[in-house]
Protein backbone atom coordinates (compact mmCIF):
# COMPACT_ATOMS: atom_id res chain seq x y z
CA UNK A 1 0.00 0.00 0.00
CA UNK A 2 1.19 3.49 -1.06
CA UNK A 3 0.25 6.57 1.96
CA UNK A 4 0.63 10.64 0.40
CA UNK A 5 0.51 12.79 3.32
CA UNK A 6 0.22 16.56 2.47
CA UNK A 7 1.00 19.45 4.87
CA UNK A 8 1.48 23.49 3.98
CA UNK A 9 -2.20 24.72 3.62
CA UNK A 10 -3.58 27.52 5.44
CA UNK A 11 -5.21 30.76 5.48
CA UNK A 12 -2.78 33.31 3.39
CA UNK A 13 -3.84 37.18 2.27
CA UNK A 14 -3.83 38.04 -0.78
CA UNK A 15 -0.18 38.56 -2.51
CA UNK A 16 1.19 36.08 0.15
CA UNK A 17 2.68 32.56 0.15
CA UNK A 18 2.55 29.39 0.60
CA UNK A 19 4.42 25.77 0.63
CA UNK A 20 2.68 22.43 -0.03
CA UNK A 21 4.46 19.38 0.22
CA UNK A 22 3.53 15.76 -0.06
CA UNK A 23 5.57 12.80 0.74
CA UNK A 24 4.84 9.28 -0.51
CA UNK A 25 5.74 6.26 1.05
CA UNK A 26 5.26 2.71 1.42
CA UNK A 27 5.32 -0.43 -1.11
CA UNK A 28 6.60 2.21 -4.18
CA UNK A 29 8.53 0.70 -7.20
CA UNK A 30 8.72 3.88 -9.31
CA UNK A 31 7.06 7.47 -9.29
CA UNK A 32 6.71 8.39 -12.90
CA UNK A 33 4.68 11.24 -12.26
CA UNK A 34 3.43 13.15 -9.05
CA UNK A 35 1.28 16.49 -9.10
CA UNK A 36 -1.42 18.86 -7.35
CA UNK A 37 -4.94 18.97 -8.38
CA UNK A 38 -7.24 21.21 -6.53
CA UNK A 39 -11.19 21.42 -6.28
CA UNK A 40 -13.12 24.86 -5.05
CA UNK A 41 -16.20 24.13 -3.81
CA UNK A 42 -19.04 23.63 -6.52
CA UNK A 43 -16.45 22.81 -9.07
CA UNK A 44 -15.00 19.94 -10.94
CA UNK A 45 -11.15 18.45 -9.56
CA UNK A 46 -9.03 19.88 -11.80
CA UNK A 47 -4.76 19.96 -12.73
CA UNK A 48 -2.72 22.79 -11.21
CA UNK A 49 0.79 21.26 -12.03
CA UNK A 50 2.81 18.26 -12.53
CA UNK A 51 6.14 16.77 -12.69
CA UNK A 52 7.36 13.44 -14.24
CA UNK A 53 10.40 11.45 -13.02
CA UNK A 54 12.14 13.07 -15.94
CA UNK A 55 12.00 16.78 -14.53
CA UNK A 56 9.69 18.14 -17.36
CA UNK A 57 6.46 20.00 -15.45
CA UNK A 58 3.44 21.42 -16.77
CA UNK A 59 0.73 23.87 -15.08
CA UNK A 60 -2.26 25.28 -15.41
CA UNK A 61 -2.77 28.40 -17.49
CA UNK A 62 -4.33 29.51 -14.53
CA UNK A 63 -1.25 29.46 -12.39
CA UNK A 64 1.58 29.78 -14.80
CA UNK A 65 4.46 31.91 -13.43
CA UNK A 66 2.82 32.18 -10.03
CA UNK A 67 3.18 28.48 -8.91
CA UNK A 68 5.98 26.28 -9.09
CA UNK A 69 5.64 22.60 -8.37
CA UNK A 70 9.51 20.70 -7.48
CA UNK A 71 10.27 17.26 -6.20
CA UNK A 72 12.75 15.62 -4.51
CA UNK A 73 13.20 11.76 -5.60
CA UNK A 74 15.29 10.35 -2.98
CA UNK A 75 12.98 11.39 -0.66
CA UNK A 76 9.88 10.58 -2.88
CA UNK A 77 8.41 13.82 -2.26
CA UNK A 78 6.39 17.28 -4.15
CA UNK A 79 6.55 20.41 -3.54
CA UNK A 80 3.82 23.24 -4.77
CA UNK A 81 5.83 26.64 -4.53
CA UNK A 82 2.65 29.16 -4.59
CA UNK A 83 3.15 32.69 -4.98
CA UNK A 84 1.22 35.68 -5.57
CA UNK A 85 -1.81 34.19 -4.14
CA UNK A 86 -5.14 35.00 -5.06
CA UNK A 87 -9.02 34.55 -3.99
CA UNK A 88 -9.85 32.24 -6.90
CA UNK A 89 -7.08 29.92 -5.66
CA UNK A 90 -8.70 28.92 -2.52
CA UNK A 91 -9.67 25.42 -2.83
CA UNK A 92 -8.82 21.74 -1.33
CA UNK A 93 -5.13 20.28 -2.69
CA UNK A 94 -4.94 17.38 -3.31
CA UNK A 95 -1.63 15.69 -4.40
CA UNK A 96 -1.15 12.71 -6.51
CA UNK A 97 1.31 10.30 -7.42
CA UNK A 98 1.27 7.71 -10.46
CA UNK A 99 2.78 4.40 -9.99
CA UNK A 100 4.53 2.73 -12.39
CA UNK A 101 5.79 -1.16 -12.04
CA UNK A 102 7.22 -4.43 -13.73
CA UNK A 103 4.37 -5.37 -14.92
CA UNK A 104 3.88 -2.27 -17.13
CA UNK A 105 0.67 -1.59 -15.21
CA UNK A 106 0.16 1.90 -12.96
CA UNK A 107 -1.66 2.61 -10.36
CA UNK A 108 -2.81 6.54 -9.23
CA UNK A 109 -2.78 7.36 -5.28
CA UNK A 110 -4.43 10.69 -3.67
CA UNK A 111 -3.75 12.41 -0.37
CA UNK A 112 -6.43 13.38 1.85
CA UNK A 113 -6.34 16.87 0.76
CA UNK A 114 -5.34 20.06 2.26
CA UNK A 115 -7.35 23.26 2.44
CA UNK A 116 -5.89 26.49 0.81
CA UNK A 117 -7.61 29.75 1.74
CA UNK A 118 -6.75 33.24 0.02
CA UNK A 119 -8.38 35.71 2.09
CA UNK A 120 -7.71 39.04 3.70
Known amino acids: QVQLVESGGGLVQPGGSLRLSCAASGSIISINAMGWYRQAPGKERELVAQIISGGSANYADSVKGRFTISRDNAKNTVYLQMNSLKPEDTAVYYC??????????????WGQGTQVTVSS
Open 96 to 109: NALLGYPSGSYSDY
